[in-house]
């Protein structure tokens, strides 16, 4: 009875964990890329930048700052050791945007999240459009202080096999932090386990049918 009782136990636990999926974006927090310390352990990154891996700077906006750990301004990364600032050097607007395309599947829900970061130091309020397939929405941090993120998150339905995701800065003064950025599938079509999953469902129904027929006998 407890053999039967606990390959059950395994079989929902595949069920239940199979299907999740990870980060569909690369790169999300900025950690990989060709940086160059311009000084003050930032990189200037000018429209149609590629040097951050798989993310570029959106066309027709401004620079952005990629900024490492050692920087002198009083911030720092809320994932990893690098972050951007969608003002780069110069107050106000315009600010700079990035964005990245990620496989998608038509009709299916995905979540898009995002530490959004301010500092009362550099001047609020910091602001965020996210957009993505034809959903947009703007984040604003309510928050104070010389360091602080804030999450942000938005769904939005597929409606291609590739979306692209859009951020980019709305309002801000010397400062609007960008940083963790993540696209995970929330339901729908496209939820498929991974082969191991698969073969662990296996392993379990054929055990499960075993211990039926020795019962039976």
């Given amino acids: 009875m407890k053999s039967g009782t606990a ?21 999300g927090s900025f950690e990989s890329g060709a940086f160059v310390n311009e000084g003050n352990d930032t990189m200037s990154l000018a429209p149609g930048s590629n040097v951050i891996d798989d993310w570029t700077v959106i066309v027709v906006t401004d620079h952005t700052a990629w900024i490492g750990a050692a920087n002198p301004f009083g911030l720092s990364a809320s994932d990893g050791s690098f972050f951007l600032d969608l003002t780069n050097y110069q107050a106000g607007a315009p600010f700079a945007g990035m964005s990245q395309t990620v496989a998608t599947t038509p009709g299916a829900t995905y979540s898009l999240s995002f530490d959004l970061g301010s500092s009362s130091l550099w001047g609020l309020p910091s602001s965020i459009i996210a957009s993505a397939a034809g959903t947009s929405q703007t984040f604003t941090s309510p928050m104070t202080g010389v360091n602080v993120w804030t999450n942000a998150s938005m769904q939005f339905v597929a409606s291609s096999a590739t979306t692209t995701v859009l951020l980019q800065g709305a309002s801000g003064v010397n400062y609007i932090g960008l940083d963790n950025v ?33 019962r039976t006998q």
Avoid: K
């Avoid at 599938?185 to 075993?210: K, N």
């Fill in 7 to 27: 390959l059950r136990a395994l079989l929902l636990t595949a069920a239940l964990t199979g299907g999740t999926q990870a980060n569909l974006l690369t790169n």
């Fill in 182 to 214: 993540d696209v995970e599938f929330v339901s729908g079509p496209g939820l498929v386990p991974e082969p191991t999953t698969l073969a662990l469902l296996g392993l379990c129904l054929a055990g499960l049918l075993a211990t039926s027929r020795r």
